[in-house]
Each structure stands twice: as C-alpha cells, then as structure tokens.
C-alpha cells in the first residue's frame, strides 16, 4: 500500500504561480513514476505530467513551458511547480503513483491516488 498527501492548491489570479507537493509513504520501494493528473466536473481525468524515478518526465501538452514536475526521492516526495496560470487551468489536481519503469500518460497506469487539491484561477 501506497498512501500520498497532497499540499498546495489553492487560489490564484491568472498569471500566477502556485507549487504542489505529494509525499508518498508506505511500499514506495523499487522503479515507479509519480504524476499529476487533474479533473474538471463532467470530464475526464487528464494527465498534467509524470516523471520516474530516474527522473524522465513526460507533460501534456497544454502545460508544456509552463509547468515543470521533479521529485526527491530521498523524499518521496513530488511537486509541481505551475507558472503563468489560467483560468482553464481550474481544476481538482490529483497526485497518483504507479510501480512502472515509465512516466505514464494513462491513468490506469497508476495504483494509488491521492485525495486531490482543488487550483483556481481567477480571470
């Protein structure tokens, strides 16, 4: 079992900035990916970015120069650091953790979930 805590959200204008954090604890041993993905009512879970281990990160597109993911694995902890925010960047924003050699994009690729962290941008 893999239990994350996430840490972060909350309100800001567009333009702003805001840094996530996940702290994963429990079985977190061996290769994994560690990711953010977000939802929005009516839609589905999207990914936001992964990243490995060994540290290869895969993003969407629509956050690419923007937002940039790392990890402390000494940590097991995750973050995501979002600048030049958007109003259509609102969203519930989940940490998950997969035991995977890859930075998935597919949710189901990914055996724990955190209890998410809502992100507003205001126009």
């Known amino acids: 079992q893999v239990q994350l805590v996430e840490s972060g959200g909350g309100l800001v204008q567009a333009g702003g900035s805001l840094r996530l954090s996940c702290v994963a604890s429990g079985s977190t041993y061996g290769f994994n990916a560690m990711a953010w993905h977000r939802q929005v009512p009516g839609k589905q879970r999207e990914l936001v970015a992964a990243?490995?281990?060994?540290?290869?990160?895969n993003y969407a597109d629509f956050v690419k120069g923007r937002f940039t993911i790392s990890r402390d694995n000494a940590k097991n902890t995750v973050y995501l650091q979002m600048n030049s925010l958007k109003p259509e960047d609102t969203a519930v924003y989940y940490c998950a953790w997969g035991l995977i050699g890859f930075a998935s994009s597919w949710p189901t690729h990914y055996d724990y979930w955190g209890q998410g962290t809502q992100v507003t941008v205001s126009s």
């Open positions: 990243i490995t281990t060994g540290g290869t990160a």
